[in-house]
């Protein structure tokens, strides 16, 4: 267990574990704290209390001090310096055309740094801008891209309920919305009547998320039947806020639309469900108890006779293998004589090198010659391969 304190830095942001470091502190109380951003100023959401160890963050940063009127002052004109820069910040962004909105500016509590919050619809190289920005201020700068969820928490608005939005009064966290909640909230499914100022879904769409879940569960779905106390009919729509069907009913020779509560509705076979094993089993047993009891005597149930099969006959032995004999060895290879001399081939015949025709005629005539001399050199190609396998005996 560890003393700590919750403390908040902005509105609707989210709270943060502090050491108190021995100081009375109260819920509302401003105090000065160190944190990974440097020294600021922030405000008490709570009493000091007990905590188990495995629920923090370790290690704890401390209290420096609880916030004197100085440290107040500060804190004002560093809100008006914020305007400034923002109004400074605007033009330098013009003038260096860059696509890019400026949503907010931050001061740090110590005047240590300057940080710059913008959208934009893509990556913005703004190193131009902050050369421009460190040569007004004189001190460090930071510019970081938010998301629109993120813009509409700083900026704030009315939503679509008549209230302020929840991001910018009580909502720490995105929680992240699907299009899915609004189907099973039977919604309508039009961009303008589910989505925020952010132009995302809203935000309200996950708080009764739950408690729709766990109503569908015990509620049957569209189109099944089901028995009311007028009949059997078919679901026509349900209400889960209210957990009412709507039941298509026959009266007659025509349909009627009838409305009951889902607990005076039971689905077909639900009283004729069957019992489990282990029901069946508990049964048997204290019905079986409860006869013993009463005989008084120390009768223990005959188990169930179960079928007895026929038994197997001896299997006949099957008779030993005959023991192999050695394997015989193998002899010697036979030596393969000695190959024949392959026959010199003749010299081979030269390619052809026609030139290009220049009537219809002369292809022909051309190729004429270029044939019967390669025919002759082939024939005295085989006549000379035959005369040398006749001297090898080849043939």
Do not use: W
């Amino acid at each position: 267990m560890a003393m700590v304190i919750r403390v908040r830095f902005k509105r609707a942001a989210k709270l943060y574990d502090f050491d108190p470091n021995g100081l009375e502190l109260h819920n509302g109380m401003s105090v000065v704290t160190e944190t990974a951003r440097g020294v600021e100023l922030g405000e008490c959401m709570s009493g000091v209390m007990d905590v188990p160890d495995e629920r923090l963050v370790l290690p704890l940063k401390p209290i420096l001090r609880i916030a004197t009127e100085q440290d107040l002052a500060m804190q004002k004109r560093n809100e008006q310096a914020e305007k400034e820069a923002f109004d400074i910040a605007i033009d330098r962004i013009a003038e260096h055309k860059l696509e890019m909105k400026l949503v907010d500016v931050e001061y740090a509590f110590d005047h240590s740094k300057i940080i710059f919050y913008f959208t934009a619809n893509g990556r913005v190289d703004f190193r131009m801008l902050v050369k421009s920005l460190a040569s007004i201020f004189k001190t460090r700068i930071e510019l970081r891209q938010i998301g629109v969820r993120d813009e509409a928490k700083m900026l704030g608005g009315i939503g679509p309920c008549g209230r302020p939005i929840c991001c910018r009064t009580f909502l720490s966290d995105f929680t992240p919305v699907s299009i899915k909640m609004a189907k099973e909230q039977n919604l309508s499914l039009n961009p303008t009547k589910i989505s925020g100022l952010c132009d995302r879904l809203m935000c309200c769409l996950k708080y009764e998320q739950d408690h729709y879940e766990q109503t569908r569960k015990r509620m049957p779905r569209v189109g099944r039947e089901i028995i009311t106390p007028d009949g059997s009919g078919v679901i026509n729509a349900i209400n889960v806020l209210e957990e009412t069907v709507r039941v298509r009913i026959a009266v007659g020779d025509s349909f009627e639309l009838r409305e009951y509560k889902i607990d005076d509705c039971q689905r077909p076979g639900q009283d004729e469900r069957k019992p489990r094993p282990e029901e069946d089993a508990t049964a048997e047993d204290a019905q079986q108890a409860a006869e013993n009891a009463e005989g008084g005597a120390a009768e223990t149930a005959e188990p169930k006779k179960q079928e007895q099969r026929p038994p197997r006959g001896e299997r006949p032995e099957r008779a030993p293998r005959p023991e192999r004999g050695p394997k015989p060895e193998r002899g010697p290879r036979p030596e393969r004589g000695e190959r024949p001399p392959r026959p010199e081939r003749g010299p081979r015949p030269p390619k052809k090198q026609a030139d290009r025709p220049q009537d219809k005629e002369a292809p022909v005539k051309a190729e004429q010659p270029v044939v019967e001399e390669q025919k002759a050199v082939e024939a005295i190609d085989v006549l000379e391969i035959r005369e040398a396998a006749k001297k090898e005996d080849l043939f």
